[in-house]
């Protein structure tokens, strides 16, 4: 039995509720005015709000000494609000859909990894910037339909162990230097006409 529980025998618990005045961080927590004195407090489990200095606070004190802030009542100024965890957070929806919605924006902040798991992936937006250092997409199937498509790279590689088919209305090939085309067996075919200019043609 700890001491604690000695002096609950011989004093009966009795537990008290004042406001208080969020003066900052100390050395045993956070630090509220209450009644003009200081008053070392902890942050209750269920107060999710990070109390910031100036805060009206509800505290609840017990005849141990222990302090605990309950919840943020009133903030002047500023209003934003930062909700800080000490471990591992999962918020879930055992039943139906979770809704993160904001006016101006979200962000997704992370050290560490981001992972995404789903059945199913929407994104739909008016404009879409990526910028990673290195990317690597693993799929059985990716379809994309695209009104217009713009690459601009250094370097394209491409392996492909099967088929590679394309179907277009027309298909230009722009090449600064050298064109290259090797196969083992090569075949064109043309319905009407094959033209070959240029100002001399090696064959064999």
């Known amino acids: 039995m700890t001491w604690n529980d000695w002096l609950e025998k011989l004093n009966p618990l009795a537990i008290s509720l004042c406001y208080g005045k969020m003066d900052g961080r100390g050395p045993d927590g956070f630090a509220v005015i209450v009644e003009g004195d200081s008053l070392a407090a902890s942050r209750s489990l269920n107060c999710l709000v990070e109390p910031e200095p100036g805060d009206l606070v509800l505290v609840s004190r017990d005849t141990f000494g222990r302090a605990y802030i309950i919840s ?91 088929l590679d088919h394309k179907e277009a209305g ?17 075949a064109m075919t043309a319905e009407e006409v094959v033209r070959v200019d240029a100002e001399k043609i090696l064959m064999g």
């Not at 903030?75 to 904001?102: C, H, K, M, Q, Y």
């Not at 879409?128 to 394209?156: P, Q």
């Open 72 to 162: 943020i009542l009133e903030r002047d100024g500023d209003p934003d609000v930062r909700l800080n965890f000490e471990g591992d957070v999962s918020i879930s929806a055992l039943s139906g859909r979770l809704t993160a919605a904001a006016a101006e924006g979200i962000d997704l902040v992370s050290s560490g990894d981001l992972n995404l798991f789903s059945g199913s992936i929407k994104l739909d937006a008016d404009q879409a910037d990526v910028k990673v250092g290195k990317a690597r997409i693993m799929g059985k199937t990716i379809e994309y339909v695209f009104e217009r498509l713009t690459a601009r790279l250094r370097n394209s590689y491409r392996r492909i162990m099967g």
């Open 170 to 186: 027309e298909l230009n090939y722009d090449v600064e230097s050298v064109l290259n085309l090797r196969a083992k067996f090569a």
